[in-house]
């Protein structure tokens, strides 16, 4: 029994440790992250840390994949029991509601730039685990919209444009976003496209 509690404790700190480096790497990428600020903000040693993960990659692609996985739950309920260009409409007014957190939408941002910037440098661990992570929340976006490639396609499209107006830290307000509906829904204007409080502060 106390040996049971001890592992859930140790999952419940990794599970933190990964939460942290989300808000870490979201600010300062996989270069600009050192573990000892991961840990800081844990409130653990770094030795502990490493008991929890071998090195820096292994949390880098850890907090990727919870970015990712997060993405996915929240389509996953928003859609539940739809399909097709009603599943889209719901995923797509779920996905404002997600990147009003800036940190969520940098998390996305950053695992793109550090694939490139890893790569480069002949590391490719965190490239592959990338790309199978969006690769599974494409194909279940697929899925959800009723296997269209080219729905599947266009929702991603819209999605990264939205990071990057979020990214850029453009208001709800601004005319920027007029032009942006959400998939399915032709009425949406700039307040209702843009996420509440993005560019606030």
Not at 30 to 38: D, F, P, Q, V
Not at 151 to 162: D, E, K, R, S, V
Request: hydrophobic share 40%; net charge negative; charged share 25%.
């Amino acid at each position: 029994m106390a040996r049971n509690s001890m592992r859930m404790s140790a999952e419940e700190r990794r599970e933190s440790v990964v939460r942290a480096a989300m808000v870490e790497f979201a600010r300062g990428g996989y270069r600009g992250t050192s573990t000892e600020a991961i840990a800081r903000r844990v409130g653990v040693s770094q030795p502990y840390l490493f008991r929890l993960f071998p090195n820096k990659q292994a949390i880098f692609e850890a907090a990727a994949e919870h970015c990712i996985e997060e993405t996915w739950r929240v389509f996953d309920r928003a859609s539940e029991g739809l399909t097709g260009e009603a599943a889209g409409a719901a995923m797509g007014a779920a996905y404002l509601d997600l990147v009003a957190d800036r940190e969520q939408v940098m998390m996305q941002m950053q695992i793109y730039v550090s694939v490139f910037a890893a790569e480069s440098a002949g590391e490719h661990g965190i490239g592959e685990a990338a790309r199978a992570g969006w690769l599974r929340l494409f194909e279940r976006i697929r899925e959800r919209l009723g296997g269209d490639q080219g729905a599947a396609t266009g929702f991603m499209a819209h999605g990264m444009l939205i990071n990057t107006l979020v990214a850029l830290g453009y208001p709800a307000d601004h005319r920027i976003w007029s032009g942006l509906e959400e998939p399915g829904d032709q009425e949406a204007g700039p307040q209702e496209a843009g996420p509440e409080g993005v560019g606030e502060g």
